[in-house]
């Protein structure tokens, strides 16, 4: 029900999974937030609960432990980081965005994934661009 109410009000949750285990607070119910439509981003709490701030790792962490899409990750690194802070022109590869991009860690790769799911690795090459759905667009 609060997941519901956070969705229509059109504000963000910023999820620190690495924290949470470090802090035992229990783990959140990823999967459900995503498939929510709440605008969903990834961050880390600070470096009294983490290791490093590297918020890509927030995400190996997720794929390793929960088997989260790569698909979900990375937009929750990306346009959905960039909503939640406001950024509009950022957290897209495409015309007329910002040119800000890293690099990320293989576990994250479509390619990856795709072979780990029995898939050739051509489907890496004929996989269509990735874009949010209209949810979580602002």
Do not use: K, W
Not at 104 to 130: K, N, V
């Amino acid at each position: 029900r609060r997941v519901l109410v956070r969705s229509a009000s059109g504000s963000a949750l910023c999820l620190c999974p690495r924290s949470n285990e470090y802090l035992a607070v229990g783990t959140a119910p990823v999967a459900a937030l995503l498939e929510s439509g709440l605008l969903c981003c990834l961050g880390t709490d600070g470096l009294s609960s983490n290791t490093d701030l590297d918020v890509r790792q927030e995400a190996v962490f997720l794929r390793e432990r929960l088997d989260v899409a790569p698909q979900a990750l990375i937009r929750c690194l990306t346009v959905n980081g960039a909503a939640a802070l406001g950024l509009a022109g950022y957290g897209r590869l495409e015309p007329g965005s910002r040119a800000v991009f890293s690099v990320l860690p293989e576990s994250l790769s479509i390619r990856s994934h795709a072979i780990s799911a029995g898939m050739s690795p051509a489907f890496h090459d004929s996989c269509p661009s990735y874009s949010p759905n209209h949810q979580n667009e602002q």
